[in-house]
């Protein structure tokens, strides 16, 4: 569907372009910009295809294999890794927490945006930079009191725990880019909604969240993968393997048995899988969500 | 009104409209707090779980602190901050993380923003080249550092077969536990790994330049590196700044790609303020002396923030 926008696009602009379409349709100054794009994606992807090609390579002859393309796959890691070595069990963890960060943070940031984009109140820009602040405050920097905060709540080694620690470290930029997006909404289609008597939570869930969707998905997109690859917080606060996600998991794993490649790589595609597809998902919604909400 | 109750309303909701009509009492409380109500849920998260720790963690840093339960956990002052510049760990550190910013922020802009340039719309199938820039940002630190690791690896790795290739005869170049080469693996992988970032950045800023202004910078015969130097360039300058500040905060905290490629070594070369704040603390359980550090760093990197601030609000939210 976004390929499809994307090609009406380029349609529209070809006649500003000037030039005619040169060979097989391409236009002249392309072909040196496609070899570029083909070079980029290949040095984007090719670590990624490597690992992938790794993992369905026979475990014992891995190190110092140099073969791209395996000459016997086998999806025996996959099996390994996913029965044996319980990673099902650190991706339904790691699945939880991400979905869980996802839902509470976009609904806190939408409340929280929607105070900021259509209220007066007293304090309001100092708060809203009081939010804005933070993101200049690496959060891994507050890792020890963070560690001692959840100690005292009894929430080390919970994943409810990490879920609150993520919610509130992804609050201040979904809140700023939710921010701008609700204010760009005409007030003249709330005004309406609320002669029809909806009340406040009624606006924002039925006309100003489904109107944002394009930040809601892009946001939601990053929020997943930032919590589902998230590393030094879970390595910190989950001490249990039962509690493990996915990073934590594959880091454990690796010191535990430092020779068994395959089935580190295949549960390293495990882990991949999910954040490109939820990416792949939001793509349709990438453009609009960033441009207007980022750098408006 | 089922539906007003099910989104958690009191049931006796009325428009704001119709609450400046009447203008009653319970309605312009209502319409007073709606806003603090809103903002409720956030800020009680960000009040916890970071604006707490931020105090806590200045708390700490004066005291010989100890997690042990029963320790004592003396008062020391400015002990904590005063051996911060002594420690040599801490230079070693200080200069490891000031070369990973200088090295790789830059690196990541200028390849993203040509990046950006390149993969226009016109470019067919565009979007496949832009989602293949964008996906190595979306990958787990821990997956891609062991991808590294394993590329780079002494005995067999892909990149010495390559080299040796080149050489002409077999290498076992042990690149990952050479002070050098280490962080050379480490930088490529945050390059390789940031790159997508920037780009989109970038992607979405060249968007929003007026096409007009453009055909007729070209159209008006100027050379294309003019038209760059001249019309693109200060229209993303805000891009720009938000790009760099953001990466040089991210890039101060650089932890996982270290931890798990060189865990800091070889005998600390490598260590960055993070993995090495990280050690003190949950290694070494010198917790008000990592807490001091911490500290430090988030002053400084404040200072950064005052900018990124103004910044900000120049962008009229």
Redesign the interface.
């Given at each position: 569907m976004a390929i499809a926008i994307e090609t009406d696009e380029a349609k529209a602009a070809a006649p500003l372009a000037g030039t005619g379409p040169g060979l097989f349709g391409i236009r002249k100054r392309n072909r040196s910009r496609m070899v570029i794009a083909v070079v980029l994606a290949l040095l984007s992807l090719g670590p990624l295809l490597y690992m992938l090609s790794l993992s369905f390579q026979p475990n014992g002859g891995l190190l110092g294999a140099t073969v791209l393309i395996p000459t016997h796959p086998t999806i025996q890691n996959y099996v390994q890794a996913w029965t044996e070595n319980s990673f099902s069990h650190y991706f339904v963890n790691s699945l939880f927490v991400a979905i869980a960060t996802v839902a509470i943070t976009v609904v806190f940031a939408s409340l929280a945006a929607f105070a900021f984009a259509r209220y007066r109140f007293p304090l309001k820009e100092l708060i809203f930079y009081i939010f804005l602040a933070s993101l200049a405050v690496p959060n891994l920097l507050l890792l020890i009191p963070q560690f001692l905060l959840m100690d005292r709540l009894h929430l080390l080694n919970s994943l409810v725990g990490l879920v609150l620690l993520y919610v509130a470290s992804n609050l201040p930029f979904t809140i700023f880019l939710l921010r701008g997006f609700f204010e760009a909404i005409p007030r003249e289609y709330e005004e309406s909604f609320r002669l029809e008597g909806a009340g406040t939570l009624r606006v924002l869930v039925s006309l100003i969240v489904p109107l944002s969707l394009p930040a809601v998905a892009v946001v939601s997109m990053f929020i997943f993968s930032a919590s589902w690859d998230e590393f030094p917080i879970a390595l910190t606060m989950i001490n249990s393997a039962s509690n493990y996600t996915l990073p934590v998991g594959l880091a454990d794993f690796i010191g535990v048995h430092t020779i068994e490649w395959g089935p580190f790589f295949a549960a390293s595609v495990i882990a991949t899988v999910p954040v490109i597809v939820v990416f792949l998902i939001s793509l349709r919604w990438f453009r609009s969500g960033v441009s207007l909400g980022a750098i408006r | 009104m089922s539906?007003?109750t099910n989104?958690?309303?009191r049931p006796a909701?009325?428009?704001?409209?119709?609450a400046s009509r009447h203008s009653t009492r319970p309605h312009r409380v209502r319409r007073?707090a709606?806003?603090?109500l809103?903002?409720a849920?956030?800020?009680a998260?960000?009040a916890?779980?970071?604006v707490?720790?931020?105090y806590?963690?200045f708390d700490?840093s004066f005291f010989n602190w100890h997690?042990f339960p029963g320790a004592s956990n003396p008062f020391v002052g400015w002990s904590n901050y005063t051996a911060i510049f002594t420690d040599p760990v801490v230079r070693t550190a200080s200069f490891n993380s000031f070369l990973f910013i200088v090295i790789t922020v830059p690196i990541q802009m200028a390849i993203g923003l040509f990046?950006a340039a390149?993969?226009?719309?016109?470019?067919?199938?565009?979007?496949?080249?832009r989602?293949?820039?964008?996906?190595?940002?979306?990958?787990?630190?821990?997956?891609?550092s062991?991808?590294?690791s394993?590329?780079f690896?002494s005995?067999?790795?892909?990149m010495n077969?390559v080299v040796g290739f080149f050489a002409g005869h077999t290498v076992n170049i042990d690149w990952t536990a050479q002070t050098w080469t280490a962080n050379g693996v480490i930088w490529l992988l945050s390059i390789?790994k940031g790159?997508?970032w920037s780009f989109?950045?970038f992607?979405?800023?060249l968007?929003?330049i007026p096409?007009e202004l453009l055909?007729s910078a070209r159209t008006d015969g100027a050379p294309e590196a003019r038209v760059w130097r001249h019309v693109v360039l200060p229209s993303i300058r805000?891009?720009v700044t938000?790009v760099t500040?953001?990466l040089v905060?991210?890039a101060?905290?650089v932890?996982?790609q270290i931890?798990?490629i060189t865990k800091g070594g070889p005998y600390d070369s490598t260590q960055s303020l993070?993995t090495y704040?990280?050690e003190q603390?949950?290694s070494n359980f010198a917790?008000g002396y990592?807490?001091a550090l911490?500290s430090l760093?988030?002053v400084v990197?404040?200072g950064?923030?005052a900018a990124?601030?103004r910044i900000?609000r120049r962008?009229d939210?």
């Open positions: - | 539906r007003q989104l958690g309303q909701t009325l428009s704001p409209g119709a007073i709606t806003p603090y809103l903002l849920p956030a800020l998260m960000y916890v779980f970071t707490y720790p931020i806590r963690q700490i997690i990046a390149v993969l226009t719309d016109r470019l067919p199938g565009s979007m496949f080249w989602a293949a820039v964008y996906v190595p940002v979306v990958t787990s630190w821990v997956v891609v062991w991808v590294f394993y590329i690896a005995q067999g790795g892909i077969a390789w790159v997508g989109i950045i992607l979405a800023a968007d929003g096409r055909e805000g891009a938000f500040v953001l905060i991210g101060a905290q932890f996982t931890y798990e993070m704040m990280y603390a949950f917790f990592a807490a911490a760093l988030a990197l404040f950064f923030s990124e601030i900000l962008q939210l």
